[in-house]
């Protein structure tokens, strides 16, 4: 057997490994980029809801006062 077509082969085996293992090394490279990100977005997340909560908070606080000085305003007009 000629050995050229079997190094022909071997040859082009190797190349998909290559493209192969370069290929995932890259995926890898992405999906570490990607799982930082999305930590990051988690952080961020939970932080504008934290402060969602805060700002809620001191609306109903505000909500309160306006009732209650409505509240005086009606029995002064009486």
């Known amino acids: ?3 050229e077509p079997i190094q022909n082969i071997l040859d ?3 190349e998909r490994m290559e493209r192969l293992v ?3 090394e890259e995926l890898q490279k992405q999906n570490l980029a990607l799982q930082t ?3 990051q977005l988690h952080h961020l997340r939970d932080s504008l809801n934290s ?3 805060a700002a809620r ?3 109903e606080v505000l909500v309160g006062h ?3 000085n ?3 305003n009606k029995l002064k007009d009486k």
């Open 1 to 3: 057997m000629n050995p």
């Open 37 to 39: 990100e999305i930590e």
């Open 70 to 72: 409505a509240s005086l």
């Open 12 to 14: 082009q085996i190797n």
């Open 66 to 68: 306006l009732e209650q």
């Open 57 to 59: 908070a001191r609306i």
């Open 51 to 53: 402060r969602l909560r």
């Open 22 to 24: 370069t290929t995932n």
